[in-house]
C-alpha cells in the first residue's frame, strides 16, 4: 500500500506511536492519534504530523469500551475523510508479583492490549471494506511471539500479547477476501526502561546478539513495512536484535 493520500489511526500517541505518526506522515499519510492522559505528548505528535504537511487528529479515548472506540474511528474519519490504516500500539505494562497481582490488574491489561485491539479493529474494518482494503498492525511482544515467559511479573501482559498474535492470524484470515492485511509487531529490547539500573541494561545488552538497544527507529521501519506490504498477513514480525536466539 502506497501512504500518499491515505489516512492511519495511531492509538497511543507518545513515544514510539509519536515516531510512527511522523514516519507515516513523511510517507504521504493524514494521521489521527488517540491518547490516554497524555494530551501533551499527543499534540506534538500531531504537530510534527502537520509539519510535514498532512492533517492530524488527536482524540482522548478508552479503549476498553466499545463505544469510546467506535467514536474514536467516527471521528478520525470525520477529520480525515478515510481510514486505510490502524497502528494498535496502546499497552499496559506494569510489573506485578503474581502473590500481589489483583483481577483488576488483570482485567486492565487484557482490556487494553487485546480487547482494545479487536474493539478497535472492528470499528475500523467497516470503514476499509468500503475503501476496498486497508491495513491493521497490532503489539505483541518479543518473548509472547516465542511461546516463552522470560520475565517474572508481568503474567497479564504476557497473556495479553499473546493473544495480540492470536488476533492478527485471526482477523488475516477473516479479512483476507475484503484485502485488509493484518500484522502483529513483537518489539524486543527497543528503549531501557526508566527505573532499571545500569548493570539489567547493560546485561540485556550482552544478551541480544546484534549488542544494542534498538530505538523508536526500528519499530518504525517495522510497522511501515508491512503497511506497504501487499503479500504479507497473518504474520509476527519480531524486532528484538535477535534476543529470542539466546
Known amino acids: 500500500m502506497q ?3 491515505r489516512a492511519a489511526l495511531v492509538t497511543g500517541g507518545k513515544r514510539i506511536g509519536a515516531a510512527v ?3 507515516l506522515a513523511e510517507g504521504g499519510a493524514d494521521v489521527a492519534l488517540s491518547f490516554n ?3 501533551d505528548e499527543a499534540e506534538r505528535a500531531a504537530e510534527a504530523v502537520r509539519a510535514r504537511g498532512r492533517k492530524a487528529f488527536i482524540a482522548p479515548a478508552d479503549l476498553s469500551d466499545p463505544s469510546a472506540c467506535d467514536q474514536l474511528v467516527r471521528d478520525a474519519v470525520a477529520a480525515l475523510g478515510r481510514l486505510d490504516v490502524l497502528v494498535h500500539m496502546a499497552s499496559v505494562y506494569v510489573k506485578t508479583p503474581f502473590d500481589e497481582l489483583t ?14 485491539a479487536f474493539l478497535c479493529a472492528r470499528a475500523a474494518v467497516p470503514e476499509m471494506r468500503a475503501q476496498g482494503g486497508g491495513r491493521i498492525v497490532v503489539f505483541s511482544d518479543w518473548t509472547a511471539r516465542g511461546g516463552r515467559p522470560t520475565y517474572k511479573g508481568y503474567l497479564p501482559y504476557y497473556v495479553a500479547k499473546a ?5 492478527a492470524e485471526a482477523l488475516a484470515l477473516e479479512l483476507a477476501p475484503d484485502g485488509i492485511l ?7 529490547p527497543i528503549h531501557a526502561p526508566a527505573d532499571l539500573d545500569d548493570a539489567s541494561a547493560d546485561a540485556v545488552v550482552l544478551a541480544t546478539p546484534l549488542g544494542r538497544w534498538g530505538g523508536d527507529e526500528e519499530i518504525v521501519k517495522a510497522v ?3 503497511v506497504e506490504s501487499d503479500f504479507m498477513t497473518g504474520e509476527t514480525i519480531r524486532v528484538d536484535g535477535g534476543r529470542h536466539l539466546r
Do not use: H
Not at 163 to 167: I, R, T
Open 3 to 5: 501512504l500518499v493520500g
Open 21 to 23: 505518526a511522523e514516519a
Open 37 to 39: 492522559r497524555s494530551r
Open 103 to 116: 483481577v483488576e490488574d488483570w482485567d486492565r491489561a487484557l482490556a487494553v492490549d487485546l480487547r482494545g
Open 163 to 167: 493473544g495480540a498474535s492470536a488476533l
Open 182 to 188: 493484518v500484522n502483529a509487531i513483537a518489539p524486543g
Open 224 to 226: 511501515c513495512a508491512v
